[in-house]
């Protein structure tokens, strides 16, 4: 075999194996959201809303107790903190408090039990409500996304696109990304102190 078809065979070679598959499904990675147990971490969110011309900035630290306590305490740009327990949503700033009942909020209800499905690990809850799609990303990451499966949801949400890594067996989740369907976007970027996970093509703003 001359060197000329030796180079030849070496550039085919790749094209002619299996390409790699995904080798987790979305029940292990279920599973790997449900062994975080409690957390909690430094975020940093990023709001892009159609009627301002520039972004909104907002950091401050997120906790997480299974089954069903968030607590969302900002730091900047004002201090505030927002609480999910249960079926009450606690909002408190500037010395004042209110309480809301997610029965009076059909589509933040949804939302909630997304974003508390995703820390617990609970697919079934999610797949209640929206279409589940796994994709890999380098590395040991992965990216899930959902799609609205009610039209009453979806007049409200485009897609939650969560991506994260998996590390010794346990899903660490990095970056929250929320698209409202009239154009809105909200990122929440978790423990990385200001620095994007590096990604292969996700939303970007």
């Not at 299996?18 to 969110?45: F, K, N, V």
């Not at 809303?49 to 520039?54: A, R, V």
């Amino acid at each position: 075999m001359t060197l000329s078809i030796c180079r030849r065979f070496a550039v085919l070679l790749p094209l002619m194996l299996p390409l790699p598959t995904y080798a987790m499904d979305i029940e292990e990675l279920a599973t790997a959201l449900a062994d975080r147990g409690a957390d909690s971490t430094d975020y940093q969110q990023t709001r892009y809303l159609g009627i301002l011309d520039e972004p909104l900035e907002s950091s401050g630290r997120l906790s997480f107790e299974p089954p069903d306590r968030l607590v969302q305490a900002q730091r900047e740009p004002e201090a505030r903190t927002l609480t999910l327990d249960g079926e009450q949503l606690t909002f408190e700033a500037d010395g004042r408090r209110r309480v809301v009942q997610l029965d009076d909020s059909p589509e933040g209800a949804a939302f909630a039990d997304s974003l508390r499905g995703i820390l617990n690990g609970r697919i079934d809850v999610l797949r209640e409500d929206y279409e589940l799609v796994l994709s890999e990303r380098p590395g040991d990451g992965w990216r899930l996304n959902l799609l609205p499966l009610r039209d009453e949801l979806a007049e409200r949400i485009r897609r939650i696109e969560v991506i994260g890594q998996i590390e010794a067996g346990v899903a660490d989740v990095e970056r929250l990304t929320l698209e409202f369907a009239n154009g809105d976007r909200s990122v929440m970027q978790l423990g990385q102190h200001g620095k994007p996970p590096q990604d292969d093509g996700s939303t970007s703003p």
